[in-house]
């Protein structure tokens, strides 16, 4: 069987002569003019190589980078640059890229490094390096994306805000057989809710106003890959039996469409509500919850794994100070101890976004316990119940005891506040109006 590889250049001469090399060398291959065509293509023919020019408009190279990153992280991306733009190339490099080559492109280098690229991705075991932490819960939950990651069972990850969700169904893609194949994620709480079902069915020219062309949806998108439907929950209940006959029969009817269409695809839903509460409550139908939930992941809060937080908040570290161009910081023990104190209701995001702006300020060698907010160097400054479980303790209600912490700490000065917490002013006002909070 030929191996595939999509190149995407702007310059049609070189375009053909890359085409015609890697065909006569037993390649199959499909071309594209700029990244936007490149990406369409990579979405419906799943290359196993990309070659990417970096210099294209209207989109870059480095977009494709990042579409590939997000959507096909197995797949290896080779970049071509002009002489003078190695140093961009370098950066490709460190955001994921596989290699690079300058041009004039020597044709017997690019076999080899495509050839090094495939013998790689065949024998890349299946990489988890993404979930850090090394307690009993997490080596359990890396056993389980294995094992979940074997089967076309669909899946349910739950677990409160910020707890690793999306990355947990990330790595059941890379694990699984799909791992080449698309990875489409939907969040079915963003999308407004007379464009979900366009969103997840696609619909046909002219089946309603607006409808100016055919459009795809994610389930024809995630043809032969992973749909992940993020905050589940949200979906409309009016829109659950379409879904329901979509995950049973695997078919889909776009809107405006006569026909079925036939898809081969693994589900992963994931939510932070409680889905048997809502069905008790008649705000979810029972039968599409038991057979998203074939098997269920729980992702466990991070005060319930404290031994993880000094390695996470390592791992956030070398991160950001990659990101931001600095020498690799050290953090003291007296800052770790702090960090390892605190209740963390906003869960690994809420540690990351703490650590990012650790990094950002400190200005020596040394992350210490004063570059920390003063909402964690509190110890206990939230306190939760020892035997509270995850879907036992309302998230909103976490939310409000974590605003209002921070804005006493600060005597209610918003703009102090915001930065304690990690978000930025407009956000914390945005929270402040939903939950009705004034001083």
Not at 341 to 352: D, V
Request: hydrophobic residues 40%; aromatic residues 6%.
């Amino acid at each position: 069987m030929k191996h595939k590889v999509l190149i995407i250049e702007d310059e049609t001469r070189l375009l053909r002569i890359l085409e015609m090399v890697l065909t006569d060398n037993g390649y199959q291959v499909k071309t594209a003019n700029d990244g936007r065509q490149g990406i369409d293509i990579w979405t419906q023919w799943n290359p196993e190589v990309v070659v990417t020019d970096l210099k294209m408009r209207p989109v870059d190279g480095m977009e494709v980078l990042n579409f590939g990153r997000l959507n096909f992280s197995q797949i290896p991306l080779i970049i071509l640059t002009a002489f003078g733009s190695v140093e961009t190339a370098v950066i490709a490099m460190k955001t994921g890229a596989f290699d690079f080559l300058s041009k004039p492109v020597d044709h017997k280098q690019l076999l080899e490094i495509i050839d090094q690229a495939l013998a790689v991705n065949k024998n890349e075991p299946a990489s988890l390096e993404e979930l850090i932490g090394s307690s009993k819960k997490m080596e359990q939950i890396k056993k389980d994306i294995l094992l979940f990651a074997s089967t076309d069972s669909s899946v349910l990850i739950i677990g409160e805000s910020g707890t690793g969700k999306e990355i947990a169904a990330r790595s059941i893609h890379k694990a699984s057989e799909r791992k080449n194949c698309p990875f489409v994620k939907v969040n079915c709480a963003a999308i407004p809710r007379e464009l979900i079902e366009s969103e997840l069915f696609g619909h046909k020219k002219g089946s309603f106003t607006g409808a100016l062309q055919d459009r795809k949806g994610a389930f024809m998108l995630a043809d032969k890959g992973i749909l992940f439907l993020d905050e589940i929950g949200d979906l409309p209940i009016e829109l659950q039996p379409k879904l329901l006959h979509a995950v049973e029969e695997k078919t889909i009817t776009p809107i405006g469409a006569s026909s079925a269409i036939p898809v081969s695809i693994k589900i992963l839903s994931a939510t932070n509500l409680n889905l048997e509460t809502m069905v008790n409550e008649s705000k979810f139908r029972a039968d599409l919850y038991y057979r998203l939930n074939t098997v269920c992941l729980n992702m466990p809060a991070l005060r319930d794994k404290p031994t993880d937080i000094s390695e996470l908040a390592l791992f956030f570290t070398k991160k950001f100070c990659l990101e931001f161009k600095k020498p690799v910081l050290k953090i003291t023990d007296n800052a770790l101890q702090a960090l390892e104190s605190y209740s963390w209701p906003g869960n690994i995001r809420e540690l990351k976004n703490v650590i990012e702006r650790a990094v950002l300020t400190c200005d020596k060698e040394t992350i210490t316990r004063d570059n920390l907010p003063e909402i964690v160097k509190r110890k206990g400054i939230h306190p939760l119940p020892q035997n509270t479980k995850n879907h036992g303790l309302d998230m909103a209600t976490q939310e409000q005891t974590l605003l209002l912490a921070a804005l006493e700490q600060c005597g209610w000065n918003q703009s102090n506040a915001a930065k304690e917490l990690g978000i930025t002013r407009s956000a914390l006002r945005y929270r402040l109006q939903k939950y009705g909070i004034k001083k």
